[in-house]
């Protein structure tokens, strides 16, 4: 009789942890996952499944949002903090979350859910028909005159960021042109640009890494277009491995090029 | 010439019957006699209002109408008032039939399936006659702005070559000139105040790909790249330059006058549907304000369209609800302006989903997108993309490219060539066809040599379109049905026939 108390209580203290382990609030979370996208009544809205827990990504916008949704077709490498908020379309919000579709096609990843009374977006910031004249999240028209800009002073470092294993996008024509603009303005006479080597710990502790020569491609290709848009200055090239930088935490952030700007 | 004006003209011609195609329809090379200011020339649909902005042209001594050649080409030979400053199909056959087939425009050089082929055989000339084609052969490998030869992300096959130009000896990938040969229809040279207008999303990178975009020579400026199939030239004046050199076989190109006269010309040319056989009068002053002729001529261009303020072709519900008519044929011309409102109306707000598609679900929008036509065809008055607007919507790509099944029995095989492009294996895959890619036409790639712009064409404008059938940059839909049908298959849109026909009526008074 005492020693099945014994193992009740044994198996209550060891497995209840087990029986509660969803995702919490604030725990970081990273995975490779197939992308589901669910109809609603407006836009779709995009989801994940890691480890049996359904996450909420994003919804359809446009070009000006933050997140942008994955594809079918494609796993989607996702990062994000779990947060406490209500859930979205039945996932668990992730806030902040950085999203990037893996290159290669997995025909598997094909599941697209019909609109269901249960999930709304109630926050629909641009429907699915024609836009009502402005991007969804750009910022309103400015009333006055634009600050201008404080003037550089020292060396100055941009990081661009890339999806995984890819290189330019239409992501990156702000910051390239911004980077010429301070080449302007400082005036730079040394430049220096580094691509990096992508790495990822995952959740389940896989260290996921991009391909070898991305990094050189990266650095290359953004070299080439400063130039094609005007950098004067011949800039050094570089290139290295982000696996040492790989820590579970904004992993994201070791898919970049860093250029550094000395006047 | 203002709207009200156009509108009396219009409905002149509409009394006094004038709607058989006038003897004068055709225009030859050196016809040396004045286009006017506005001017209406009858199609299937109805008929097409041709509007200079600055007054009647002479053609006398003008470069776009006077043979430079020596294959008695101009410009206008293929870029013709009556068909929306494109070519029909149908002026082609006629033209043949006319001519006995020593028209210009059937030359060697690009009105035969392949220069070698010889002349006045119909087989020779299959494309043109069958499809409206042209031969466009492009340098392979693909050069750069200064013509260096580029090194593609993909390697290319020619799987099939009916027409035997791009496995020949001379103009074949591996032949003499190291050419390869494509087949597109001739794109309007109307309303290119629009199609080259910089007002919106141009800036020094390709809005698409964060690539370098094309720089005006003349002004240095990046130019909006949405002129061409492959956007391979950068304004009106390389555009003329590069069509004198290869289309009328001029060695020495045009002078600098030459090219700025052609430049203005068609900067204040208007082409639109301007009466309806249907729906009457199309440009009433109390009408839709997005059609006719006169609407594009005091239009904004570079204006990207939305549901506020700028609609794509306004049309302000105006022909949502009217009356059922006085008399009979009152009530049916209201009742052809109704199904126009709402193949309007499925044109904006019809949403379906946008799949697979290169260079839109691409962009940050996800794939699939629930959106609708206008999601690409955006642009206030053209329907046109935003800048840099080629995009793969499957015209020239398998699968979804027309490709009649072959079989022991089929009376029809398929006509134009085939290629297997394969991308290069240390770089990413073509996100949606991966790194084999079978196409018709590899569109922008054979400019850009990326392997992403693989069966990518920069969209057309969607004025005109009852003057110029056939359609996409391959001929592919015949009509403006075909047109429709296309886009059902591929994106699994399951329109109603009662939507598609709105839909075709809607395009029809474009």
């Known amino acids: 009789m005492q020693s099945s108390r014994l193992r009740f209580w044994f198996a209550a203290i060891v497995l209840a942890p087990v029986v509660v382990s969803g995702p919490v609030a604030g725990q970081r979370i990273s995975f490779v996952s197939c992308p589901i996208i669910r109809d609603t009544k407006s836009v779709p809205c995009w989801l994940s499944q890691y480890d049996g827990d359904t996450y909420y990504l994003t919804i359809q916008s446009d070009v000006s949002a933050a997140v942008q949704p994955p594809m079918l077709g494609h796993q989607v490498l996702v990062e994000g903090v779990v947060s406490d908020a209500p859930p979205i379309c039945g996932g668990i919000v992730l806030e902040p979350v950085r999203l990037s579709v893996m290159p290669e096609r997995d025909d598997s990843c094909n599941k697209m859910l019909p609109a269901d009374d249960r999930y709304t977006i109630d926050f629909n910031p641009r429907p699915p028909g024609p836009s009502s004249g402005r991007l969804a999240f750009a910022p309103a028209p400015r009333t006055g005159p634009a600050a201008a800009p404080p003037a550089p002073e020292g060396p100055q470092s941009v990081d661009l960021f890339f999806d995984f294993d890819k290189g330019v996008s239409f992501r990156h024509p702000g910051d390239i042109s911004s980077i010429l603009s301070l080449a302007g303005r400082l005036p730079a006479r040394k430049v220096k640009i580094t691509g990096v080597r992508g790495a990822h710990l995952l959740t389940d502790k896989t260290l996921l890494r991009e391909s070898e020569n991305v990094g050189r491609r990266r650095a290359e290709e953004i070299a080439g277009l400063l130039r094609g848009a005007g950098l004067t200055v011949s800039p050094e090239i570089e290139w290295l491995d982000g696996k040492d930088e790989a820590d579970g935490i904004e992993d994201w952030r070791t898919r970049r090029v860093t250029v550094v700007l000395t006047p | ?510």
């Open chain 2, 1 to 510: 010439m203002n709207r009200w004006a156009v509108f009396w003209v219009s409905a002149f011609l509409g009394a006094t019957g004038i709607a058989a195609p006038a003897p004068d329809q055709w225009w030859n090379p050196g016809d040396d006699r004045p286009l006017p200011a506005y001017v209406e020339y009858a199609n299937t649909w109805g008929r097409l209002g041709v509007l200079n902005a600055d007054g009647p042209v002479t053609t006398d001594g003008h470069p776009f109408f006077e043979p430079l050649g020596p294959n008695g080409r101009a410009c206008v030979s293929c870029h013709q008032p009556a068909d929306g400053m494109s070519i029909s199909l149908e002026s082609i056959g006629s033209r043949w039939t006319a001519t006995n087939g020593s028209d210009p425009i059937f030359a060697a050089v690009d009105g035969r399936n392949c220069p070698n082929l010889p002349a006045k055989d119909p087989a020779s000339h299959s494309l043109l006659l069958g499809r409206g084609l042209f031969r466009i052969a492009l340098p392979w490998p693909p050069v750069d702005a200064a013509g260096k030869a580029m090194e593609p992300e993909f390697t290319i096959e020619v799987v099939r070559d009916p027409t035997g130009c791009n496995t020949g000896p001379v103009y074949g990938i591996a032949g003499e000139k190291r050419e390869i040969s494509v087949y597109r229809r001739p794109r309007p040279a109307a309303n290119l105040r629009y199609v080259a207008s910089s007002g919106f999303g141009v800036s020094p990178f390709i809005g698409k790909t964060g690539m370098l975009a094309a720089i005006d020579p003349d002004t240095k400026r990046p130019v909006n790249m949405n002129m061409m199939a492959d956007a391979r030239e950068a304004t009106l004046k390389t555009q003329a330059m590069s069509a004198a050199r290869g289309h009328l076989e001029l060695t020495k190109g045009l002078s600098e006058q030459a090219l700025n006269r052609i430049r203005d010309f068609e900067l204040q040319l208007y082409a639109a549907q301007a009466f309806s056989s249907e729906g009457g009068v199309l440009d009433e002053p109390d009408g839709p304000t997005g059609l006719g002729p006169a609407a594009l001529a005091e239009g904004r261009d570079g204006v990207l369209g939305n549901n506020t303020s700028n609609y794509v072709i306004p049309m302000e519900d105006k022909w949502a609800k009217l009356p059922k008519g006085a008399d009979a044929a009152e009530a049916s011309r209201n009742t052809f302006r109704q199904s126009v409102q709402r193949g309007h109306d499925v044109f904006f707000f019809r949403t379906f989903w946008i799949r697979d598609a290169m260079h839109i679900n691409t962009v940050g929008l996800g794939n699939p997108i629930k959106r609708t036509c206008s999601t690409c065809h955006g642009m206030h008055m053209t329907g046109m993309d935003t800048a840099n607007g080629w995009m793969d919507v499957g015209s020239t790509n398998h699968p979804w490219a027309l490709e009649p099944p072959e079989s022991p029995w089929a009376k029809k095989l398929p006509e134009l060539p085939l290629f297997k492009v394969t991308c290069r294996k240390d770089l990413p895959p073509h996100p949606f066809l991966g790194r084999e890619i079978y196409t018709q036409d590899p569109g922008r790639a054979l400019i850009s040599g990326k392997c992403d712009d693989v069966g990518a064409i920069v969209i057309q404008q969607l004025r005109g379109l009852a003057a110029r059938a056939p359609y996409f940059s391959n001929g592919s839909a015949a009509t403006l049905r075909e047109l429709v049908d296309f886009y059902d298959r591929r994106f699994n849109i399951r329109f109603t026939e009662q939507e598609k026909i709105d839909l075709v009526n809607f395009l029809s008074v474009l």
